[in-house]
């Protein structure tokens, strides 16, 4: 079974069967639109009363019994005239006829029951009785916020039961260690009503940010970055001529300013564009990288936001450089390097990759695009990086490469891409003077590491489970004491621990070493140390880890070395 049909096959016919028992069970629900999705599928309706999550386990038991029903599927093609007429009372159905190409459109079929469709299906309904139905949220037709709100029930399917059953084992540990319950419990960031969408981050988790933009920094400077900031809010005839009014004007903000409109960025790139072309550049400067941790806002739907991973203003670790086309394979083959030593060191070992290619509406010419296509595969090539084809998926000004993070939770993560642009240097009349000493055209390359800080945070903290990795807890030891004794030993310590800068602090809850112990774990500290009457004496240390494995008698040489090598990892 598994090697005849794809899941996407499977999921896609599950979606069809939803649909199926909807119809059933509420013939007044309009059918739009039903997707095999990567985690499963959704079905969007436009019910006669809208649906309730007491539904779900009505709809799902209808939809058993047309599993038990076995009724084959099967797809045919139509001619348009024959589908207005069995779809006419579905406007929904008419407008997706009208703008399919050509003089016929398929359906799909089984038993009584039918829907517009481009075919892809397993043999019968008998096949489907692995699935669970997960929720009901809102959408739109077309995606168009300004559009028919439609009522979305999504759900997933599998081929077995074993499959459909470490699913639901996996999403039950997701919701253990979803980042929110995290976030709260060990005090990091918090939302408010004052600010539906934008985070605020608590000490601790400002460390946390500070940690991981300080590292990442390192390696930039490194590498010849050069950091630079830029306005936070610009004029939208900037925004206009970049393209990004007409492309994200509906999840911009705006103000006016002396009968000036102004639009807070939703992306930092024009702003790089324009510390650029303060001057003329030279070929002696190329490749010339601005990096800058800028912050964006972008005007989402209150009902996509969750929690750190979808917000309204997040910091992106945006670098644009600037080159000729012969140095884009050179710099790709750096970041991809880069990417993977940052990756490593969070504890990610499973990155996947997919080269974007030239889409049907694009810009610049055929050899500029082969010449950048081909020099983000020798990159992927030299790295010795498999990654799949997404044909036609590039952006319209330039090919791309995407990195797909893998977590402890089988659930993939695109944080970094590099995009190729030649769209932008041509917008802005951007140039450089070549050693002919006339003008020629750079090529811009826009990449990010992290992606967005917050949502690398949160896809951090729920792939740790909360016990991050020793070198960005933002508190590393916490020293416990047996008793008041020990104080005086235990101060002398924390100063020593913190002079040589590890994130150290000192229990002085006055409590039972047990309830301190067990503090500590709740906290996911990674480092206890235990200081009592023996180690006072013998000026030593009892280390105990986060997992509850004890060392004795260490001499505070020895943890600072650990420590520098767990920071140096």
Known sequence: MKNKYSLAELRHSTAHLIAHAVTELFPHTLLTIGPATEEGFFYDFLPERNFK??????????????????????????????????????????????????????????????????????????????????????????????????????????????DLADYERRVQEAEMYDHRRLGKQLDLFSFHDEGVGFPFFHPKGKKIINILTQYLRKLLEADNYQEISTPIMLSDELWRRSGHYAHYKQNMYFCNIDDTTYAIRPMNCPGAILVYKNRPRSYRELPLKFAEFGLVHRHELSGVLHGLLRVRAFTQDDAHIFCTVDQIETEIGKLIAMIFKVFKH?????????????????????????????????????????????????????????????????????????????????????????????????????????????????VLLEHHKGNLPFW???????????????????????????????????????????????????????????????????NTITLRNRDGKQEFGLTLEAILEKAHTLNNQ
């Open 472 to 538: 960005v807890s933002p508190v590393q030891a916490r020293i416990l004491t047996i008793t008041d004794e020990q104080k005086e030993y235990a101060n002398t310590l924390l100063a020593k621990l913190q002079a040589a800068g590890i994130r150290a602090e000192l229990d002085e809850t006055g409590e039972q070493l047990a309830a301190q112990i067990k503090a500590a774990q709740l906290d996911k500290i990674p480092w206890m140390l235990v200081i009592g009457k023996k180690e006072v004496e013998n």
């Open 53 to 162: 999550e007491e539904d779900l386990p009505i709809i799902t038991q209808r939809m058993q019994e047309i599993v038990k029903r076995n009724i084959p599927l099967t797809h045919r093609e139509i001619s348009k005239t024959e589908a207005r007429e069995i779809f006419k009372n579905n406007p929904f159905k008419m407008e997706l006829i009208d703008q399919i190409p050509g003089d016929t459109v398929g359906l799909a079929e089984q038993g009584d029951f039918f829907d517009l469709c481009r075919g892809g299906h397993v043999a019968s309904t008998g096949m489907l009785g692995n699935f669970k139905l997960l929720n009901i949220s809102g959408s739109y037709w077309r995606a168009d916020r300004n559009g028919q709100p439609l009522q979305r029930i999504s759900g997933t399917a599998f081929f077995t039961a074993e």
């Open 346 to 458: 969070l504890g990610f070992e499973n990155i996947q990759m997919g080269l974007s290619t030239r889409p049907e509406k694009s810009i610049g010419s055929d050899e500029l695009w082969e010449k950048a296509t081909q020099a983000l595969i020798n990159g992927l090539k030299k790295a010795n990086c498999p990654y799949i084809i997404n044909e036609g998926d590039g952006a319209f000004y330039g090919p791309k490469i995407d990195f797909l993070i893998e977590d402890s939770m089988k659930r993939k993560w695109q944080c970094s891409t590099i995009q190729v642009d030649f769209f932008q240097p041509e917008n802005f009349d951007l140039s450089y003077i070549a050693p002919s000493g006339k003008k020629e055209r750079p090529v811009m390359i826009h990449r990010v590491i992290y992606g967005s800080l917050e949502r690398l945070f949160a």
